[in-house]
């Protein structure tokens, strides 16, 4: 791999339409679980204009208002203004949920059935999952993916705590860092697109940006007078959130993840229980790469692990360190599969997914938030022991 090279990263805000979609599908799930640490859920979303539409399957015993489900993660979120055409209180809702089907509720059960091959619990759906976990940051991820998050958490904060009265919910981020020699020596350039109030000043916007969002967040050794600073590039940003486009859940799954750093297995994580391995192994092969990083292992580390619907184990099971790693990657494989379990059921106990944690992980991307349980380093050390 080339070590001089411009990578760049995006993340998305809160009020961004498919981001909308994916915290109401989470609260559904964490309702559910509330109630039903056994719900099986799988939630999707669709939003647009002023329409909330729920469509998916959830079996569970959790007795739900889905309409204040809807309209609380709506208000939390911030389309509460008078000019919102999409408002928490004004939207119209639509549920056309069903229960989960018999067929893969039989594989993913605990249970013998017919032409099943265990009695195991197996994985809710075939899959290849990535994590990844690298030593750029504090976080142990990739640096442009964490200064696209500080950028849009910081508007969030200069929105609803510091309550900058023109600031809107729909925003997005993008930054291109510099590498040489493999390492990040400086930042090319910053774009944030806000949505705003109709009455604001472009000049305004743009000295906020760079003065109270920009230059508080990102490291300012990385800042240089060639930086560029692309604020509301079109000029106006008015019409936005579900007016402006429709929004679904699982559309951004390379925001949820690494930035596009490392790879994506392709399943998207918001409203779905932990039965599916989509998002239970994706969490999973994140927390095992981190570990290793954060054993001193190797500097990064991604981890491919592969499961058949119905089937209680790893179809495979891969780890890369880049020419990083202390020792060979497969004795690191090794380790890996002494100190934890990768079967379907593990997982969500060792990791103790059966709670409602799931709108924590909802938005700044999935990883890299110090209360959820895949960030955790505490298998460092028996890594270290097993080799």
């Known amino acids: 791999m080339c070590k001089n090279f411009i990578f760049s990263s995006e993340s998305v805000g809160e009020g ?10 989470d609260c559904v799930l964490d309702a559910c679980l509330e109630q039903d640490p056994m719900s099986r859920v799988a939630c999707e979303t669709l939003v647009k204009s002023n329409c909330v539409y729920l469509a998916g399957e959830i079996t569970t015993n959790a007795k739900l208002n889905y309409e204040e489900i809807v309209r609380g993660a709506i208000r939390e979120i911030g389309y509460v203004n008078d000019d919102d055409i999409f408002h928490a209180d004004k939207v119209f809702i639509s549920n056309i949920l069903t229960t989960q089907s018999a067929d893969i509720k039989q594989g993913v059960d605990a249970a ?29 991820m990739p640096a442009p993916i ?4 500080r950028l849009l958490r910081e508007m969030a904060h200069q929105r609803k705590n510091v309550k900058i009265p023109w600031l809107r919910p729909d925003v997005k981020s993008q930054v291109a860092l510099e590498y040489v020699d493999g390492k990040a020596v400086n930042i090319k350039n910053v774009v944030i697109s806000t949505q705003h ?13 760079i003065e109270e969002v920009i230059r508080r967040v990102l490291p300012a050794e990385l800042l240089n007078d060639q930086t560029e600073y692309l604020i509301n590039p079109t000029g106006n940003f008015v019409i936005g959130g579900p007016q402006g486009d429709a929004g679904l859940t699982g559309r951004k799954i390379i925001v949820d993840t690494y930035g596009g750093w490392a790879r994506h297995g392709g399943g998207a994580f918001s409203g779905k229980d932990p039965s599916k391995v989509d998002r239970s ?5 994140r927390w095992v790469a981190k570990n290793i990083v954060a ?34 990657d497969a004795k690191i494989a090794a380790a890996a599969q002494a100190v934890f379990s990768f079967k379907p059921a593990d997982i969500v106990s060792q990791l103790d997914l059966l709670r409602p ?6 938005h700044y991307g999935h990883f890299a938030k110090e209360s959820l349980p895949w960030e955790s380093t505490s298998r460092a050390e028996a890594l270290r022991a097993a080799l």
């Not at 109030?197 to 940006?209: M, P, Q, T």
């Not at 192994?281 to 092969?285: D, E, L, N, V």
């Open 357 to 362: 944690i799931y709108r924590k992980s909802t």
């Open 281 to 285: 192994a994706a969490y999973f092969t």
């Open 295 to 328: 054993a001193g292992l190797a500097e990064a580390c991604e981890l491919e692990v592969a499961y058949a619907i119905g089937h209680p184990y790893p179809t495979s099971i891969h780890v890369d360190t880049f020419g990083t790693g202390e020792v060979e």
């Open 146 to 149: 964490m200064y696209a998050h």
């Open 16 to 25: 961004h339409p498919d981001k909308v979609s994916d915290y109401i599908s």
């Open 197 to 209: 109030a109709a009455d604001i000043n472009h000049d305004v916007i743009k000295e906020f940006c």
């Open 112 to 140: 013998s059935a017919k032409g099943k091959d265990t009695a195991e619990q197996g994985a809710g759906d075939q899959g290849i999952m990535f994590g990844y976990a690298c030593n750029q940051t504090p976080e142990l």
